[in-house]
Every structure is written in C-alpha cells, then in structure tokens.
C-alpha cells in the first residue's frame, strides 16, 4: 500500500484520468504487482466493494489477484482486467517517463495506459458515477482483477474464477476490457477468440558426409515433407463469426555450422490459430498422423495455449452494442480475431465479451490512450450498467 492515501481521499473517483494516472504510477510488469492492485483496493473499498485478495502461486509464479463485489442482487454483472503489463522496453525512446502517467495535446502516455490500466480506470469511473445517481443499485457489480495476463496465466484468472464458483460469486455476465478496438473507440465487440496451438516436430536421422549420402539418413529433407505436407492442407473455410483457421511455421532449427555434415536432428515449430471447427486435441491427433507418414521416427511436443470459443450474441451483449452506438455513433463489428486473451477462461463459467480502448500502441514505446475515448468509455460503460438495470 502507498505510503500515504492523500489520492484515495482528495481525488475524484468519478474522474477515469485520475483513477488511470494512479494506476500508472505504480510499475507492474508481469507477475510484479507493484502497488498497483493496492491502490485499486483502496479505490475499490471506497466504493464500497468488499475486496478479497487472492494469491496463488509460489516463489516466481507467485501471482496476485484481487475479487471485489458491490451488492448482492441480480443481475450481477462482473468485469474482469488486469493490472500487469510488459516491459517497457527502452526507456530512451519514450518521450515521457513510462510510469510518469503524463498527458499532453489530448494523450494520456504510459505503460499499461492502453493494456489496460486505461479500460479498469474507465471501469472505476463509470462504477463511481453510477453510484451517483439517485437510483439505487438494483443488481450488484464485480471485479476480477489478475497480476498475470500478460504472463504464463497459471495463476491468474483460471484459479480465480475456480474460488468464484466454489463460492457461488460467478456473474451473469462479464465484460473483458481488453483493447478491441484496431482505430477507432466502437469498432468492435468481441465475441469470442480463436485457439492456439504451439507444436514442436523434431525428426531424427542418421548424421554423415554430404558427399556419401547413403551413408546418411537426412531428417530435413524429412521434416520438409512434413511442413509441405501440413502447409497442403486447408483445415476449413471459416464461419459465420471466425476466420479460417491457418497453421504458420514459426522456426526451422538445425544447430549445423558445418557445411559438408548432414545433420542427426531437425526440428520445428509451428503454431494453429483454429475456429469452432477445431479441437486442439483434434489437431494434434492431425499432426502425430502426418509427421509419423513421412518420418516414423519423428516427435510432435504440443502445448495448447487455449481452445475457441464463441459466445454467441446474448442479451447482454445487445445492451453492450446499443450503449456503444449511443456513445460514438458505431454499430461495432462483432468479431474472434486477434490473440488470446483472458476470456478464454471466462467463457467456461459464463457468457463473455470484450471492449476496451484502441489497440494500436499496446506493448509499444509510448503507449498511450486519448483522452476523449477514456471518457467516452467510461460513458459507455456507465450506460451499458443503467440499460443492464444494474
């Protein structure tokens, strides 16, 4: 916890600059949760969420986490973020102290500001104003917030939401506030994502002289069948909300400096980013099937990131739509593109979708948000609670 809680007391909670600018300040790269989630505590609590926090993990994986809710009733709507970030990578090259949360002509720059300390900021305010309001709160709210997105994830929101439904405190609905949009606030919802399979194919031979071939058994000319044969094959032609799925060779390793020495081993790697259609356990059933056709000898390592998911368009997400349109005047595209987030985890307990800020300066040297989406945000989060008649 900071030193003194001066913030917590004098600035207005109602205010997503302010909230956002607290978060900033406290560096949080991943798994390090800095201060940042104590000073979100503190907002939190003033808000009059009772806050549990909620480390899992030890040693490096140690994670922090916090769950936070306001009332009791239904609906009960959750928003789910997380307050760590990546490095800010070279500090030279930013034009404002990464942490230093500065503004300037309409720009809030900082690490995380987008990615998405940002989106929680707007979250907050948007909570803060809606308890302004004369109108008592019907339903109840929740946070869940993790140190370990931008991480392994081990630790994070798949053990939260675990507690969350031993403890019968899953919502109705959750709100990722991932940065959605690609240029512009209200250009798109999402819906669902894409899984993500990380394959290694390592084909043994027989090392030996170039120029005696027969002598030798070269696993590339091997691994080279496998690539074309897997590259040959179009898994499907996508769906109604996902884009076909597509497999990309990331790396091919030999370790051979000489140049007349065929070599005893090659491997590669791979990723599938696949649709509804697929399973990462059908996939990697695909691959064992191929490689052992051209090299019975050859090993397939499979590490699945995530596996598709859809929610399809719910009520609640309707609401979400209609108050992005009454704000930016944008019928947002529902859409499953991009890389895996969060939800992915979410979307085993409970309907899911994602809007957040403009993604186009995450994870870069002088991210930043603008200003008027950062309140506009906050407005179309406040009204997406009065039309969910929260």
Not at 37 to 49: I, K, N, P, S, Y
């Amino acid at each position: 916890m900071p030193s003194d809680h001066s913030w917590d007391v004098q600035q207005r909670l109602t205010d997503p600059v302010s909230v956002a600018c607290a978060l900033i300040r406290q560096p949080s790269v991943t798994p390090d949760p800095g201060g940042c989630q104590d000073v979100l505590t503190a907002m939190l609590e003033r808000l009059g969420f009772a806050v549990t926090s909620l480390p899992f993990g030890e040693g490096s994986e140690y994670t922090p986490n916090i769950f936070a809710r306001l009332g009791k009733g239904s609906p009960h709507i959750g928003y789910a973020g997380h307050t760590d970030t990546v490095p800010p990578g070279c500090i030279e090259k930013w034009l404002f102290p990464p942490y230093a949360a500065h503004c300037a002509d309409g720009v809030l720059y900082g690490s995380g500001s987008c990615d998405m300390k940002g989106a929680i900021a707007a979250f907050v305010a948007a909570v803060a104003r809606r308890l302004t309001a004369e109108k008592p709160l019907k339903g109840s709210i929740s946070f869940l917030i993790t140190g370990d997105e931008e991480g392994a994830a081990r630790y994070g929101t798949c053990k939260v939401l675990e507690w969350m439904q031993a403890e019968n405190q899953l919502p109705d609905y959750c709100l990722v506030g991932e940065p959605t949009n690609p240029t512009t606030l209200g250009e798109m919802v999402k819906i669902g994502r894409r899984g993500s399979l990380n394959a290694r194919i390592i084909v043994e031979g027989v090392q030996g002289h170039v120029a005696y071939p027969h002598r030798a058994d070269n696993p590339i000319h091997k691994l080279l069948k496998i690539l074309t044969a897997l590259q040959a094959v179009s898994l499907d032609e996508g769906t109604k909300y996902f884009e076909p799925s597509g497999l990309q060779v990331t790396s091919i390793d030999v370790g051979n400096q000489a140049t007349n020495v065929i070599p005893m081993r090659a491997e590669a790697r791979l990723n599938i980013r696949f649709n509804e259609k697929h399973t990462g356990a059908d996939l990697t059933g695909w691959l064992k099937t191929v490689c052992r056709q051209y090299a019975s000898c050859s090993q397939v390592e499979v590490n699945i990131s995530g596996e598709s998911f859809l929610t399809s368009p719910t009520q609640e997400t309707k609401e979400l739509v209609q108050a992005i349109t009454q704000v930016t005047g944008l019928v947002p595209r529902l859409d499953t593109g991009g890389g895996t987030s969060d939800a992915r985890f979410i979307a085993q307990y409970c309907p899911v979708a994602e809007f957040g800020l403009v993604g186009a300066t995450i994870h870069q040297v002088n991210e930043h948000v603008a200003l008027a989406d950062l309140e506009k945000l906050v407005q179309i989060y406040e009204i997406f609670l009065k039309r969910m008649d929260v």
